[in-house]
């Protein structure tokens, strides 16, 4: 049990467990899941996110990709995957022509300073991605 | 020689005891201090999540409740036009008990007084929910917490206290929020400490809490005991720190790191 | 029932692409914390959202731990005709939280 872990107990609260954290092969992996053989190109997909955060909670997320939405040219998904958190896996966004505009925000959790990936898959079954690092420095006075 | 030096120590401990209080000028609220991600999660009343206890609390003004099977509303009507200002001037003496009570005490005196119900919990749903319906229709207008006579042993103890050294960190709220203002502490920009958004959405919580949440959070920060929900030091600090900060607009809910 | 805010236009024009903003009161409880006993707290999360428009899917969310409390998703629909827009939050156990939001298209 580490020093931090006794003083944490010793408040008596919420702590976390050393967890296996995902990694970059992980990332990739369920990327792999996702796109199979197909070739990820960057381009056409923006991914939003604030380069640093106070607090890696609540951080504001904002994916667009270029593509004019009609029934023969248009985003079918948006996958957000993660680097370092627990699980490479974020959010999965089914959109089609009917939303006029590829474009959703939410807010994420991240348990560290990592790269977020965003992938696209298009109605030809192309796939696109962005990508962006967020640095997630934590608060000093955590209420543990 | 050694009178010297004893002489410029103890010079140099009173320079670093005595602590300035904030110019009027100079003072920001934690909005000020945030990001512009923060700041735009808190400006947009469709995306705030401090919101959604609001709404909630829009709810609970008219739920009829306890023995007198009254609401909110019952009383006090519409409550942007009767709570607009309340929450500002909140701690406010309560003439009967002759000490002050912050919004959430007063809340509940009027539960269990007028409506004859249970008090609601410390950072229950509920009371939250309330708080933040009442603390928004003061949205905008400035702290204007009225410190007469009656008041004055509980603003001077609050004071007091804010100076106080504390914890086995031994710092006081003031060392950090009237002398380091603006610094850093780890990551953080250190505020100057002025409730003028609570109950605030704070992004540590993931929920919505009150000041008194945000006091007894600090003192653990600095391995302080807190002070029970309620006690009497808690309430004299709340009324500092609302006069520390009268003039300044109310922003609830604020959205906070 | 989670407080929930939804936030869509009340009217637009034929064609009109409309955003949407949704904010559902919900802890998203990962699974990866510990009580102060050591215990791990279960895993309690939102992990679909549904937007439909007179029936029709317009909009799907698949959500993971990752996601944060109270969930906030915004995202954007083609005014297509008067009618009812459809918002359904589903957890891991299966509970259906939903709500529904009336548009006039001219």
Known sequence: MTRRRILLAGVGVVSFAPIARATQAEMAEAIRDLIGEALLAPGKVKLELPSIVENGNTVPLTVSVESPMTEADHVESIHIFNQKNPQPYVAAFHLGPRAGRARVATRIRLADSQRVVAVARLSDGSFWSDNADVIVTLAACTEQ | MRVLLAAGLAVAAAVTAATAEIDPEARRSGYDFASPEIRAMQDDDTANPGMLWVLEGETLWARKAGAAVRSCQDCHGDAEASMRGIAARYPALDAVLARPLDLEQRINRCRTENQRAEPLAWESEDLLALTAFVARQSRGLPIAVVAGPELRPFLDLGKELFRQREGQLNLSCSQCHDDNWGKRLAGSVIPQGHPTGYPIYRLEWQSLGSLQRRLRSCMTGVRAEPFDYGAPQGVALELYLMERARGMPMDTPAVLP | ?106
């Not at chain 3, 549904?50 to 993971?64: H, K, M, P, Q, W």
């Not at chain 3, 629909?77 to 259906?96: M, P, R, S």
């Open chain 3, 1 to 106: 029932m989670a407080r929930v805010m939804i936030n869509i236009p009340p009217r637009a024009k034929r064609g009109e692409i409309i955003e949407i903003k949704t904010l559902i009161q919900h802890p998203m409880e990962t699974g990866y914390r510990l009580d102060n006993k050591g215990a791990a707290i279960p895993r309690d999360i939102i992990s679909r959202f549904i937007c439909s428009y007179n029936g029709d899917e317009v909009f799907r969310a698949e959500l993971f731990p990752a996601i944060s409390a109270n969930p906030f998703i915004a995202f954007s629909t083609v005014a297509t005709k008067t009618g009812e827009l459809v918002f359904t939050w589903i957890d891991d156990n299966g509970q259906i939280q939903s709500e529904i939001r009336q548009i006039t298209v001219e």
